[in-house]
């Protein structure tokens, strides 16, 4: 079974512009997590969502937002980009009746 | 908030030696517990899970001890090696539709 993917691998972006990150799971699983990390902040939780619905939220700026389709891939989207958004974003998949959480490869965003 | 906390951000073993990363939890509701491990540059991957009707659970080379009295969870990686070198986490979790909680991670350096 093939695990999770992220598109793009890599990002370049200069402040204020826009970015949208993709992340399909794992066959099967409807719950997809997002994750931004950093080295001074860890892990932390931006949002899940579940069945085409956000789930949970952590306590993140409304530029962050997401969304969830159909075939459970989500997309996650960040407008006026700030320095401080450079950091590894990681998506995580689960099937929604079980807690087991996998991660994907991630997206280096740099914001320049 | 929840607070899940690793209690020593770094680890230096000698190869084929055990080695031991522990992680605290805060949240006695917490009834899932997942250790993962993150090379430089890649997403985190899943090692190994236990819940919290189980005081101990082993996989290869690799055995996870819950001691809910004290809220403290460990990892135990045996005769380690330099494939081991990486950042290792802990994540709690309550309920299905609930959020993880990570640890700050603990980064293990093997000496050959």
């Known amino acids: 079974k093939a695990g999770v993917t992220q598109t793009p691998r890599y990002l370049i972006k200069t402040r204020g512009q826009q970015v949208t990150l993709s992340c399909s799971p794992i066959?099967?699983?409807?719950?997809v997590s997002w994750y931004q990390q950093t080295p001074g902040q860890g892990l932390q939780f931006l949002f899940e969502?579940?069945?085409?619905?956000?789930?949970n939220k952590g306590n993140f700026p409304g530029r962050f937002s997401g969304r969830q389709f159909s075939n459970s891939r989500s997309e996650m989207n960040v407008s006026t980009l700030e320095l401080g958004d450079s950091a590894l974003y990681l998506c995580?998949?689960?099937?929604?009746?079980?807690?087991?959480?996998?991660f994907g490869p991630g997206t280096r965003l740099l914001v320049l | 908030g929840e607070s899940v906390g690793l209690h020593l951000p770094t680890l230096s073993v000698q190869e084929g030696d055990n080695s031991i990363i522990n992680c605290a939890y805060s949240n006695s509701a917490s009834d899932y517990f997942i250790w993962y491990k993150q090379e430089s540059g890649k997403g985190p991957q899943f090692i190994i899970d236990?819940?919290?009707?189980?005081d101990k659970r082993q996989g290869q080379r690799v055995t996870v001890l819950l001691n809910k009295t004290v809220k403290h969870l460990s990892l135990q990686i045996a005769a380690t090696q330099p494939g081991d070198s990486a950042v290792y986490f802990c994540a709690e979790n309550v309920l299905t539709g609930n959020q993880f909680y990570f640890g700050t991670g603990t980064s293990l350096t093997v000496i050959p």
């Open positions: 995580a998949s689960r099937r929604g009746d079980q807690q087991t959480q996998y």
């Open positions: 969502y579940f069945s085409e619905t956000q789930r």
């Open positions: 236990i819940r919290s009707n189980m």
């Open positions: 066959s099967g699983h409807r719950s």
